[in-house]
């Protein structure tokens, strides 16, 4: 089994700037792929940016504010969010895939961008 753990997430004012940690654990053989998904009620979860290999990935609508990149050695991965703009409150989930045992999802930490 792997553990995933997000962190970092909050309550932010609009064009302010947030940044969410994940850590894979456990029976990790070779995280291949890490991505970070979000969801509001009611929605279905969809993508926010993802990297393998050092190839990136990113939703139009984050495209030139956020950034994804990890760290290797950590098993850990970030998410680097600029210029929020004011929305429904999402949680973010992350996402792992393990080279042997598949994919393996966290708890998911809450964002919110109002005032």
């Known amino acids: 089994q792997v553990q995933v753990v997000e962190s970092g997430g909050g309550l932010v004012q609009p064009g302010g700037s947030l940044r969410l940690s994940c850590v894979a654990s456990?029976?990790?053989?070779?995280?291949?792929?890490m991505g970070w998904y979000r969801q509001v009620p009611v929605n279905e979860r969809e993508l926010v940016a993802c990297?393998?290999?050092?190839?990136?990935n990113y939703a139009d609508s984050v495209k030139g504010r956020f950034t994804i990149f990890r760290e290797n050695v950590k098993n850990t991965v970030f998410l680097q969010m600029n210029s929020l703009r004011p929305e429904n409150p999402a949680v973010y989930y992350c996402?792992?895939?393990?080279?042997?045992?598949?994919?393996?999802w966290g708890q998911g930490t809450q964002v919110a961008v109002s005032g």
């Open positions: 996402t792992v895939r393990n080279l042997v045992g598949g994919d393996y």
């Open positions: 456990g029976n990790v053989c070779r995280i291949t792929a």
């Open positions: 990297i393998t290999d050092g190839i990136t």
